[in-house]
């Protein structure tokens, strides 16, 4: 006959709470893992949503050609002042922030939106919102131009 043990707890009575511990601890991390999941392809979303919108605002400044100009000499060119107010009035009709200015090459209007989406998720952890920004420049061409040209 083997020797009793007879200090200490019984086997079954030293491991008792240990798994409760356990899914606590693994539910956190599941629901981080969700959080990362649901509100990191709602940044994707937003990202997408803000690029779009600046193409659409891009397109609207860069539609208002300089009629002086066209008139004067058959060029045109992109009136700066009205681009940059049809864009403004483009964005505040869809209600987003953004600026506008005139692109790094001649004729261009360059538009920048930020979008800002709350969280579903991640605000039980304290990220309450995520930012997404999105650029776009539109191009004015006369006519229609082949490759190259």
Known sequence: MLPRRLVGPKPAEAERGSLTLMLAAMFVMLLALVGLVVDGSAKLAAA???TSIAQEAARAG???VSQQTAY???SFI???SQAETAANQYLATAGYDGSVSAGAQPNTIQ???TVTEPTKILSLIGI???HATGTATAQ???GVTGPGQ
């Open 72 to 74: 004067a000499n058959g």
């Open 48 to 50: 997408q949503n803000a």
């Open 128 to 130: 309450d919102t995520i």
């Open 140 to 142: 004015l061409f006369s």
């Open 62 to 64: 860069a539609g208002m």
């Open 78 to 80: 992109v009136d700066e």
């Open 111 to 113: 538009v920048v939106v």
